[in-house]
């Protein structure tokens, strides 16, 4: 073996098995008689001793299995901790005084029932539980690593996002709210806003576009999300312990992989607005640009495709010279591409039956010795066979003498293929001067049944016509990274125009495929026998049948939101029962195979997956029925007894205590400052960069590429795949969130002001004042006395320390880019440089950044932005009436290219020096400019016409004239990072806040 | 939403399935909040031979024919053709031999040859132990980097640094187990210092990142703009006294009342680390000689220098995986063009300084149980790329070198063919790098596993050997 191939072989080798690590050697697999795989039982609520404390079937349940285990119930929770519990749970939010006294002067016996129907009502409920199944869905708004090559942010993700929060809102039901996400295309093609819900399949990770990583996220974010199996497992192996037989994940890898991405608009008839206007000009310019990029380029592939299709066919002989997709292959148009040999491959295996007029000899002879072929070929031509008359003419000519080998077979396939194809272009160029309407067809049979090999939809040869997402893999490299490059321009239009409509990502059945093979050991040049599309098997019966519709991704989004599946309904139970309890009566809610611990409260788990499908899968009636129940209203005091029968609180014999997550603990602390902005929906909002946004997290950008340390630390859903469930742990840089971030102190200075208002004078009498308002606006309740004292005395004796002094900073120069426009002689559209690294403003910790481009100042350089709406402004404003005279160089120092332009602008007298500079430097010196406070002087630079080599270098010199008193300001010397904030101490009111804020008390609920 | 403890129940009880932590599982039973701190140091699976690592990351893939492996074909051959296949995947063309620019020397009791572009590392050599067959799987950046720090070059997967955290947990409960300095933001970023499914806790802590200078680079949130420490020690002891009497006044047990701990626990430690982290990170109680030492008195050398200085102040500390990379916010180390200029600057901002950090852990007694591990993501291709000048990227073979913790000093493990292309004797691939790195931990690769998505998950995947001749 030569050592390229023994190479290629051993990168091919270790690529995919990555994430099939076999477990240690197992017991046989209980397999189908598992019990989660086993129809929904009827079962009726058991009878209990103390009926009395019933408040619906749930609690039969529950109480049964804790007078087995002699365990008293705790009591029920006051009202106050029981409307704190309830509003939070319901709704991600603390209630608000004003509610807790509704709700504690209202005596009726539907008190608590009035208030969990209003919680339901809000819109707030829907933002809770959306996020929840955001973390399902592996949300998130870019796409993870894209090697620079295309937009990394999603077009569409938010679309989803506020389509998730609107199906909750409106209690979608729940196999609807299913079966939309996985063929809103065919289950409701009328629907164009139930489009959106697509999302949940094309928003996760990009894997770089390998296609078999995307197609794995998503059988695995399906699988595991909705069913709570972990079908990934089997595409290397069958399933270690589930009855998942590798057959089944090809049966669904077929199903995604004849489903190609389409991006729609979500808004048929949008308003003829300006602003629209403005936003369809653009869009359209980009989108074009791509699409006939796109169209050219795809010819010209398939044109090679066509020259080069004896080679393709040659190259079946040793496939495994050919790697599989993969973002690390650099093609040029000297190579064959990999995506066009497997689907030469997928074409003569499609072609492999007895006789074919064209390929039946190749098949034929594929089948013997190479010494053999002489032979063979003789033997299919003489007299008896039917071979000789069925075949091509041109191909029986062609192999009128016998090849020596399999190679000079391919090479004669090649020389026919390219034989008909200038036959047919002689005939197309033929045709045209007599103005015919385009030729359909050769007339000559033989030469029109190999044309079509060449061309017809179907053909080898023919690059799809899809979006970049499906067909990327038939360019050479340096094209797709082009065409990328357009689709991104158009990508950022959506992203940014003010007038944009919102978008969907959908998947649509693509045109029919050949049945899914297994790819042995989950390698994609190891083909196994075929599957058909189906279910699976586990739960389609004894004799399932294939899907026959297009992909079959309809009839496996009713396979799985059917009300007989065995696991849908009982997972779906099993997580909002967890939401509400802390835990799943099965505690791995994306695992109910073999290897989940058995369900604490298995009569029950089916009682209510029974009861939800009965109820119209009402999510919503759920939760009242569970939050209604004796159950969830106990306190959460232990029994001495369950300390030893139940340390778990499997049993729930009291209600556990639940820390808040992060958007509920930071959406909390807005809440009660008076601070939340309850708009909904939208764009991502940037949740942790100041100024902060007081939106609600779920609106907030997550970004699965650089999820904010932040988030991290707070257990956040790794957006990279489906989360079962977050974890909940304790590390202290949450504590120096709390303790140290400006978002927190500012958060406390708000409501301290606004407790200040309430309870003004701020001397003694007003201290015992201020901690009784803010324990009722925190806690929902009175302080104990020695609360209270240790409130008053904080208050009394704690004062802030002398500030230290804050570091001297010219605040005359900022840093930042815009456009510079030769009509109005202005900087237009002049925005700061978001990023400081030390020695350089940018768009951030990555240059060039992904948005910002190559923007770039120094103290006595910069980079312009990648076009001439990103001119890169040093601006200098006026601290005083004054006038001033300018001095500097401006220097390119760079051959390539074609240089830079520098101007220097007035706010007041518009442009006041032009440059055009290219390998060259020249004075930028100006005698005496008037300024007025306030004014600003820009020293623009922009690119020459082109982004190349754009590096300058230039520090202007400020300096006031003699007759004011003489300043100087020196751009290099002036250069630095954002002003340090001088310590603002908390005054004893806004340091108690922030203790209050810090609290345990405010961080659980009981 | 789950109370802390509930979570490390389960992972202890993984844990004891493999022989670690009985001790803290009865303490997590008996309601022992302290006990259930994921950092508390562990027992390894067997002796260990090193108790932390530091790893020197050199970002853009070094050339390992021009430092550490010498290749006297290459020399005798250059302009000649490659005189066997190249791989059928490259990153870019490359053309034919390129002799190494630099000459090569022996040095120390070894003979190893070191090249002149690391004079002062070179005086180490009979302290180093050279891995020459080195291999790994992808030819760009990204997933070279992905591949080195996480075993995967596409999926989501923890973090070495994360596994060895996990596994052994910390030696100081005033820092985390794994910090980072400087990491690069870009070819994975995050991903590279991340848990990804293990508890986040065990996720890499970020001290700046490649585009800052080392001097500028904290912990985030480690610095109140708002009131002064004593301020804050006032704060504290309220919110303790409240956070007290609430926990008195609700539920008792074990889960309830152990999740309140945590947290009030998790407050003192955050105000511990606020002085600890910004003591650790001011160097002026070294003295000038140390400074020196780094090559802290040169610019060339200072940020570098700093960056290992730190990390031996870490080490110090006990934190038990130290990650520095060699990087700002250009690519490093990789000359496709440019090579004799690029190699040259790039190897004298980290000479003296990886230099500097081997002699002061020698002296401070360190280097017996600190491993120390310097690599790059790959080596370049002994081939041309361009006309005369550059060396295409090459995972196929290149060269890390590991010191102390247990290591063979003064010894070689391993060669690339004759030219320096593919890794041919003693082939080590990244996962039998990772299973001889745990190794030196105590740890044993096949046994340190993580239940996710229903199977265990492991650094080395389905693979890795322990290259047990290295083993001193």
């Known amino acids: ?1006 | 939403m789950r109370a802390y403890t509930q979570v490390t129940r389960r992972e202890v009880l993984q844990r004891s399935a493999l022989g670690f932590g009985a001790l803290a599982l009865t303490g997590m039973l008996a309601g022992e909040a302290a006990a259930s701190d994921p950092a508390s140091p562990r027992r390894p699976h067997f002796r260990a031979r090193a108790r932390r690592v530091i790893f020197l990351f050199m970002k853009g893939g070094p050339s390992h024919v021009d430092t550490f492996e010498h290749k006297p074909l290459l020399q005798r051959d250059h302009g000649k053709p490659l005189p066997f296949a190249k791989p059928k995947v490259t990153f870019a063309q490359t053309g034919n031999l390129l002799a190494s620019p630099w000459k090569f020397r022996e040095h120390g009791q070894c003979g190893h040859r070191v090249s002149e572009l690391f004079p002062h590392v070179a005086r180490h050599v009979d302290e180093l132990c050279f891995l020459h067959s080195m291999h790994g799987t992808n030819p760009a950046h990204g997933g070279a980097l992905l591949k080195l720090h996480t075993g995967s070059d596409n999926f989501v997967r923890p973090s070495m640094g994360a596994w060895v955290a996990y596994g052994l947990g910390s030696e100081n409960s005033g820092l985390p187990a794994f910090l980072t300095i400087c990491p690069t933001l870009a070819h994975g970023g995050v991903l590279n210092w991340g848990a990804a499914f293990l508890p986040p806790h065990y996720a890499g802590t970020p001290m700046g990142n490649a585009s800052i200078a080392a001097r500028e680079a904290q912990v985030r949130h480690i610095k109140s703009a708002n009131w002064t420490p004593e301020q804050q020690r006032l704060q504290l002891d309220l919110l303790e006294q409240m956070n007290r009497g609430h926990m008195a006044a609700g539920p008792a047990d074990p889960v309830a009342a152990g999740a309140l701990e945590s947290r009030i626990a998790s407050f003192e430690l955050a105000y511990r680390m606020q002085s600890s982290m910004p003591e650790l990170q001011d160097l002026s109680g070294e003295t000038e000689a140390t400074r020196q030492l780094y090559g802290m008195d040169n610019p060339v050398t200072e940020n570098f220098g700093r960056q290992c200085l730190m990390a031996r102040r870490f080490a110090e500390r006990g934190v038990r995986f130290v990650q520095v990379t060699h990087s700002d916010n250009k690519v490093q180390w990789d000359q496709h063009g440019d090579l004799r200029k690029g190699h040259t600057e790039k190897a004298a901002e980290v000479d003296k300084p990886i230099a500097g950090l081997l002699t002061d852990l020698k002296a401070r007694g360190l280097l017996e149980d600190t491993l120390v591990i310097w690599s790059g993501e790959f080596g370049r291709t002994p081939t041309v790329q361009g006309t005369t000048d550059g060396r295409d990227h090459n995972p196929w073979g290149f060269t890390a070198w590991l010191a102390g913790g247990g290591v063979k000093p003064g010894f070689r493990y391993g060669a690339t063919d004759d030219y320096g292309f593919y890794a041919e004797r003693e082939r080590l691939h990244v996962h039998d790098f990772h299973a001889t790195i745990l190794h030196l931990l105590g740890i044993d690769h096949e046994r340190l596993t993580f239940r996710h998505s229903g199977r265990n998950f492991r650094l080395t995947d389905v693979s890795g050997y322990v290259a047990k001749a290295i083993l001193a």
Not at chain 1, 379 to 391: D, G, H, I, P
Request: with cysteine; glycine share 6%.
């Open chain 1, 1 to 1006: 073996m030569n050592r390229a191939i023994q190479t290629a072989r051993l990168l091919l080798g270790s690529a995919l098995l990555a994430g099939c690590a076999a477990p240690s050697p197992l017991p046989a697999p209980v397999g189908k008689s598992h019990w989660a795989f086993q129809p929904v039982q009827p079962t009726r609520p058991p009878q209990v001793r103390d009926a009395a404390w019933l408040r619906n079937p749930v609690d039969a349940f529950i109480l049964a299995r804790l007078e087995q285990h002699q365990l008293p119930p705790a009591a029920r929770a006051d009202k106050g901790t029981l409307l704190r519990r309830v509003t939070m749970d319901l709704t991600g939010l603390p209630p608000t005084p004003a509610e807790l006294d509704a709700f504690l002067a209202d005596a009726s016996p539907d008190a608590y029932d009035k208030v969990v129907d209003r919680l339901l009502s809000s819109p707030r409920y829907g933002e809770r539980w959306g996020r929840y199944w955001l973390d399902v869905a592996r949300y998130s708004d870019t796409k993870g690593y894209v090697y620079a090559r295309e937009e990394r942010f999603w077009v569409h993700a938010h679309t989803y996002r506020d389509w998730v929060i609107r199906a909750l809102n409106e209690d979608l039901p729940y196999d609807q709210f299913l079966l939309l996400q996985l063929a809103a295309d065919q289950a409701a093609p009328q629907d164009l806003k139930a489009q959106a819900a697509m999302g949940f399949l094309t928003l996760g990770r990009r894997f770089l576009g390998v296609t078999h990583d995307i197609i794995d996220d998503r059988i695995d974010t399906v699988t595991r999300g909705m069913l709570g199996l972990t079908v990934s497992c089997a595409r290397c192996h069958d399933h270690k312990y589930d009855p998942i037989p590798t057959q089944d994940y090809y049966s669904l890898y077929g199903i995604f992989h004849n489903s190609v991405e389409h991006l729609i608009s979500l808004d048929p008839a949008p308003a003829k607005t300006e602003i629209y206007a403005a936003f369809e000009k653009e869009y359209q310019t980009k989108w074009k640009a791509f699409a006939a990029a796109q169209s050219l380029r795809r010819e010209e592939s398939a044109a090679r495709a066509r020259s080069r299709a004896g080679e393709y066919m040659a190259a079946q002989l040793n496939l495994s010279q050919f790697p599989e997709e993969g973002f690390d292959q650099i093609l040029t148009t000297k190579d064959l591409i990999p995506a066009f040999v497997r689907r030469w491959r997928d074409f003569l295996a499609g072609r492999a039956r007895e006789h074919d007029p064209v390929f039946g000899l190749w098949h034929h002879l594929r089948t013997v010795s190479p010494a053999d072929i002489e032979r063979a070929t003789a033997a299919y031509w003489s007299e008896s066979s039917r071979a000789a008359k069925r075949t091509n003419a041109r191909i029986r000519a062609a192999f009128a003498t016998a090849p020596r080998s399999m190679a000079e077979a391919a090479q004669r396939y090649g020389a026919v293929f390219v034989e008909v194809d200038a036959q047919w272009k002689a005939a197309l160029s033929a045709s045209r001067p007599q103005g015919a309407a385009s030729l359909a067809a050769l007339a000559d049979f033989d030469a029109e049944e190999i044309r079509r090999i060449l061309y017809a939809p179907d053909s080898p040869c023919v690059v799809p016509a899809t979006g970049m997402a499906n067909n990327e893999q038939f360019f050479e490299t340096d094209v797709i990274e082009a065409l990328w490059k357009l689709q991104g321009e158009a990508d950022r239009v959506l992203l940014r125009a003010a007038g944009a409509p919102p978008h969907a990502l959908v998947l649509r059945d693509g045109p029919p495929e050949p049945l899914p093979r297994v790819l042995i050991r989950g390698k994609a040049s190891t083909l196994g026998d075929e599957v058909n599309r189906q279910f699976l098997s586990a739960l389609a019966g004894p004799n399932p049948k294939p899907f026959l519709q297009g992909s079959g991704r309809l009839e496996l989004a009713r396979a799985i939101a059917h009300a007989d599946n065995p696991l849908t309904a009982r997972v779906a139970v099993n997580r909002i029962w967890r939401h509400h309890f802390g835990a799943g009566l099965v505690r791995t809610p994306s695992d109910l195979g073999t290897r989940a611990e058995p369900p604490s409260h298995p009569e029950l788990l089916d009682w209510l997956a029974g009861w939800f499908v009965t109820q119209g899968w009402s999510q919503k009636k759920l939760h009242r029925l569970i939050v209604l129940s004796a159950a969830y209203q106990q306190s959460g005091m232990e029994h001495a007894k369950a300390r030893a029968v139940d340390p778990e609180n499997r049993l729930l014999s009291h209600f556990p205590r639940q820390r808040l997550d992060y958007e509920a603990l930071r959406d909390s602390i807005l809440f009660t400052s008076g601070e939340l902005d309850l708009q909904m929906g939208g764009r991502p909002v940037t949740l942790h960069t100041e100024p902060f946004t007081a939106r609600r997290a779920v609106y907030g950008l997550v970004d699965r590429q650089f999820v904010p340390e932040l988030l991290r630390v707070f257990d956040f859903a790794n957006p990279d795949m489906h989360c079962p469930q977050r974890s909940s742990t304790m590390v202290p840089q949450q504590s120096l969130f709390l303790l140290n971030s400006p978002f927190v102190a500012a958060r406390a200075r708000a409501l301290a002001a606004k407790v200040a208002r309430e309870n003004p004078d701020g001397g003694a009498s007003s201290r015992a004042a201020r901690v009784r308002s803010l324990y009722r606006a925190l806690y929902l309740r009175e302080p104990t006395a020695s609360q209270l004292a240790a409130g008053v005395e904080f208050l009394a004796v704690q004062e802030p320390g002398p500030a230290a002094p804050a570091r001297v900073v010219p605040v005359e120069w900022q840093y930042g880019y815009g456009e510079y426009n030769a009509t109005s002689q202005r900087v237009v559209q002049f925005k700061p440089l978001p990023h400081f690294t030390g020695d350089a403003w940018q768009g951030s910790g990555t240059y060039p950044d992904a948005k910002y481009g190559w923007l770039k100042l120094t103290a006595d350089a910069g980079h312009p932005g990648n076009d001439r709406a990103h001119a890169v402004v040093r601006r200098w404003v006026a601290p005083v009436d004054a006038a001033v005279s300018i001095a500097g160089v401006v220097a390119h120092s760079a051959a390539p290219g074609d240089g830079i332009r520098a101007f220097i602008v007035s706010s007041r007298h518009g442009v006041l020096l032009t440059r055009s500079l290219h390998n060259s430097q020249a004075a930028a010196d100006l005698a005496r400019v008037e300024v007025t406070r306030g004014d600003t002087l820009d020293f623009v630079v922009d690119i020459g016409g082109t982004l190349s080599h754009d590096d300058f270098q230039w520090a202007p010199k400020i300096q006031t004239l003699p007759t004011a008193p003489a300043r100087l300001w020196d751009a290099l010397a002036d250069f630095g990072g954002p002003p340090t904030q001088p310590l603002q101490m908390l005054n004893p009111l806004e340091a108690y806040v922030h203790v209050l804020l810090l609290s345990n008390e405010f961080a659980f609920v009981e």
